[in-house]
Every structure is written in structure tokens, then in C-alpha cells.
């Protein structure tokens, strides 16, 4: 089966009682037993629910994997997720995650013992020297990057991993399902906020773990069930009807995005475009080896000062200055500013994120509209 088709079909059956082509909402909070212990399958919805089985089967059949855990957030499941470690544990991290990960682990995982490191290997053989200094129990990375648009080597680095015993995730978020799968080239764990591209209509928050290891999948379980981040029935079955356009909404989503970094690429008020579909991207023949698609996410260094650029950013007519991406409206973010201001900035600095870094999640919109867009927000500058 296809992935269009996967998207559609998989885990969703007509409703067996009604014939309805789309699955019900199961808005229980319980489920009655036939006797003590005996049950359907589910008997509370903190634990199990119905709309999560059917996410769970939509989303693990996209990523290719055996087994998928869905959550209440992106950041859930990272809790969930962490519940796998033990204080006095090391997380080697590679620079360019998202800012909420590097709170979580900064400013709450590390009361409790969870060390935290992100570094910037500059080769594979510095990853590996790292590995050997430092002795991790995690690798956690992201590709591409936010907001840099880096790509790193997924299966040198998933290898390199195996090699030294070391645990390895992906953060696929910003790829979705559609353009990438991790497990294929030998990650140990795939996690999304389904917040973003999955769901795709800016309408709920939601995670997911995927996994091909039936115990870590046992244990996610265990741990959405017990820390309380699990989603609601509803929140589930939105996420279901987003994936269902997930293959024809990604298309739309790289193919405007490439016009845009092609058009801001020849735009004197531009100083630097980072997308890896573009070929002088300075990887992207490792994207093109690993990736499917080069998504919609593009960041952009203007020509500006920091305040014409924050004035920039509010002049848009068809972007919209918002946190978040992934959804069928195009947005814009300062990462410094608001994604990642919980980075110290001589830390920000360090990983390339300038005051003058601005990001983009292009959306569904008519590309000629978009390119105006920009047209004349830039030509106040142009003078």
C-alpha cells in the first residue's frame, strides 16, 4: 500500500454499526467490564481509547514502523519518552533542537538527575569521539534543524550509535512522515508533534512516539498512562482527519516553499536562505539521499537591522507572525525572539541563531498571492 493510501485507509474501518465512513468520537472517560478484569480492551481513557488504537495504527503505517504511542504534546511525549532514563543519565544532544526540548531538559529534567549536553560535531568522527568521552545513553537529534535548516547523516549517525551503545531519536517533526522515515535507516525511536505537519489545520496539540520494539512500546504505554499525558478522544480524532490529507497537503507545502526560497534566494534585501531543497544548500545531497520531499519550513537572514526586520515580519498580509507550523496557512516566526528565547543568547549565538534569523512554515496558499506577499513587505527596504 502507498503512503496516500496508508494515509487514508489505515487503522479506520467504516463504523461496524452505522457504516459511517469516518470513525466516531469515543467521548468516554470509562468502559464497562464484564467482570473484574475483564474488559474490551479499554477500560479507562487516561490509559487506552479507541481513537488512540486508530491514530496509533494511521501513524505507525505512515512511518513504517510496528508500534506508535500518541500523547497529549509533542512535549508529552518527550516526558513519556524520559521515563526510559534514570537519574545520573546522559542526554548528547546535537544542536538545533527545538527550544521547549532544551527547557525541559535545562530547566526541569536536570533537577531530577538528567544530565543534558548539546554539542556541534563538525564530522561523523567527532560525533563518535564524543560518544567515547562522554559515554551517553541518548543521541537526540533533529533533521532537518530548527530553525537552521541543517541536515545530518541519519543512518552514519543511527550506525555510529549502534556501534558505541548508544539509544538514538529523531525528532521527524519538521520532515513529517511524508518526506522521511528515520526507522528505516536504523534510528531507534521517531517522535513528532502531531501538532505540526500531521494534523496540519492549526486546530490541536498532540505527539507521537513510533518504535519497532514491542517492550518500549509496552513501556510508553505505561508511561502515558501513569504521568497523565495522555490526548483526548477528540484531539485524536483530528489528528485522524488531518492525516488523511497529509500526502497532497505536504506536496503543496514543498513545492511552495521551493518558489519561495528560489525567489528570496535573488532578493537584494536577502542575505542568506536556508532550505535544503535549494542545490547550494551544503547538504543537500545527503538530504536527497535520506529525504523524499524537502518540506515546507525555510529561514531566512535579511539585509535588515533588528528592528526593520521585526517591522518586516508584522507587514505581511497572507503570513501570519505566529508560533508554531506545520499548518495550511503560512506563518512566520522570529526564532530569537520567540521560538527559542528560552536559549540563553550567547548560546543562540553558538548555534548560528542570529537577532536577524527569521522562519517560515509556508503554507497551502496560491503561490503568486505569497510572492506578493513578500513583494511588498520588502519594498519599504529596497529604497
Known sequence: MKFSTKAIHSGSE???????????????????????????????????????????????????????????????????????????????????????????????????????????????????????????????????????????????????????????????????????????????????????YIGGHSDVVGGVVMTNDAKIKEHLDFARKTTGVNPSPFDCWLVTRGVKTLSVR?????????????????????????YPGLPDHPKHDIAKKQMRGFSGMLSVEFNLSLEETKKLITSFKYISLAESLGGVESLVNHPALMTHASIPKEERAKMGISDGLVRFSIGLEDIDDLIDDFDKALLPYLN
Open 14 to 196: 467504516p463504523d461496524p454499526k452505522t457504516g459511517a465512513i469516518m470513525p466516531p468520537i469515543y467521548m468516554s472517560s470509562t468502559f464497562v467490564q464484564g467482570a473484574p478484569g475483564e474488559d474490551k480492551g479499554f477500560e479507562y481513557t487516561r490509559a487506552h481509547n479507541p481513537n488512540f488504537t486508530i491514530l496509533e495504527q494511521q501513524l505507525a503505517s505512515l512511518e513504517n514502523a510496528k508500534h506508535a504511542t500518541v500523547f497529549s504534546s509533542g512535549i508529552g511525549a518527550l516526558m513519556a519518552m524520559v521515563t526510559l532514563l534514570k537519574s545520573g543519565d546522559k542526554v548528547l544532544a546535537i544542536d538545533g533542537l527545538y527550544g521547549g526540548t532544551y527547557r525541559l531538559f535545562n530547566q526541569v529534567l536536570n533537577r531530577f538527575g538528567i544530565q543534558f549536553e548539546a554539542i556541534i560535531p563538525q564530522s561523523l568522527n567527532e560525533l563518535q569521539e564524543a560518544f567515547k568521552s562522554k559515554q551517553p545513553q541518548w543521541l537526540l537529534f533533529e533533521t532537518p534543524t530548527n530553525p537552521l535548516m541543517e541536515i545530518f547523516d541519519i543512518a552514519a549517525f543511527a550506525k555510529a550509535a549502534k556501534e558505541h551503545g548508544v539509544f538514538s531519536i529523531v525528532d521527524n517533526t519538521f520532515a513529517s512522515p511524508y518526506c522521511q522515515n528515520p526507522l528505516e535507516l536504523g534510528i531507534d525511536l521517531v517522535w513528532h508533534s502531531t501538532t505540526k
Open 250 to 274: 505536504m506536496e503543496r507545502h514543498q513545492s511552495n516553499a521551493m518558489a519561495i526560497a528560489t525567489y528570496l534566494s535573488k532578493h537584494p534585501k536577502v542575505k542568506n536562505v536556508l
